[in-house]
C-alpha cells in the first residue's frame, strides 16, 4: 500500500478505508479462480483467504486518526 492511501492530510480516515477494501476485492479477484475451485481443500481455500486478502485489508489498519 503507498503511503498515501494510508490518510489524507486532512486525516480522512474514509479514504483510508476505501483504499483497503479496494486492494481486498482485488486481491480477491486475483485469487477467485483458486478460491472457488472444488479440488481445492475448504481449509486451504480458508489459509488462501485469511493470508492474502483479509491480511492485506488489515494491513496498517492500527493507524487510526485521532479525533
Same mark, same amino acid.
Given at each position: 500500500? =503507498? *503511503?498515501?492511501?494510508?490518510?489524507?492530510?486532512?486525516?480522512? #480516515?474514509?479514504?483510508?478505508?476505501?483504499? @483497503?477494501?479496494?486492494?481486498?476485492?482485488?486481491?480477491? @479477484?486475483?485469487? !477467485?479462480?483458486?478460491?472457488?475451485?472444488?479440488? !481445492?481443500? =475448504?481449509?486451504?481455500?480458508?489459509?488462501?483467504?485469511?493470508? /492474502?486478502? +483479509? #491480511?492485506?485489508?488489515? +494491513?496498517? #489498519?492500527?493507524? /487510526? *486518526?485521532?479525533?
Amino acid at each position: 500500500m =503507498l *503511503p498515501g492511501d494510508m490518510l489524507s492530510v486532512d486525516s480522512d #480516515s474514509d479514504a483510508a478505508v476505501k483504499a @483497503r477494501v479496494r486492494k481486498g476485492w482485488n486481491t480477491f @479477484r486475483q485469487l !477467485v479462480t483458486v478460491l472457488t475451485n472444488k479440488d !481445492v481443500s =475448504l481449509v486451504m481455500t480458508g489459509k488462501l483467504y485469511t493470508g /492474502c486478502v +483479509h #491480511s492485506g485489508m488489515l +494491513h496498517g #489498519s492500527e493507524i /487510526c *486518526p485521532v479525533e
